[in-house]
């Protein structure tokens, strides 16, 4: 019901959009969050699981349920602070492949999409994540094939907020990518230390 609830708001816009405070502390998230918006033909969603937090997304039911893929709030996962100081809170789908299925920003405080840039415009870019590999390299402008980086057009006079949002959707997605194992987590060789004879 709340989900819905915000679902029918949020087209009013997510400019400092009040959230309730059970969005990032309740098990169930798809309960205050509109899940579905960001793992079309989901039926199901799980409780949070796992360290950072997700939700795994389900179709079908009893013996036919099948695991389609996983959703997660970027506040749960990282706290990157956008031109405003404050973090754009996104809700973001991954499939089982580690491909972003939807993005949708639930909240922001950038004063500059108040200044003649629509809410539009934001909403624009965050849909180029859609169908992209969260292990590939996407930066913002041009791409660098030679390099394999997948450029992605930028907002002229917000720079900084589609930087800080490129990371929040990336590093959220490699997080929750590694725990599901989607990614392999490469490990690290040991720190190797010098012995000094000196004080």
Known sequence: FLALCWS???HAGSYDAPLPPQLHTDPDLCAYAPCREVMPGA???SLRKGRPSYVEAYR???AQRQLVGYVFLSTDIVDIPAYSGKPVVTLIGMDTKGLITGTLILRHSEPILLLGI???VLTKFIH???GKFI???IEIGKSREGEGFIGLDAITGATVTVIAENQVIMRSGVAIA???GILKVE???PAIFSALNEK
Request: charged fraction near 25%; charge should be neutral.
């Open 43 to 45: 039926e199901t969603f």
């Open 187 to 189: 490990p690290r060789p």
């Open 118 to 120: 629509p809410e539009s």
């Open 60 to 62: 079908g039911s009893g």
């Open 8 to 10: 029918v708001l949020g």
């Open 178 to 180: 590694r725990q599901v």
């Open 135 to 137: 292990g590939d390299k």
């Open 128 to 130: 180029q994540y859609l």
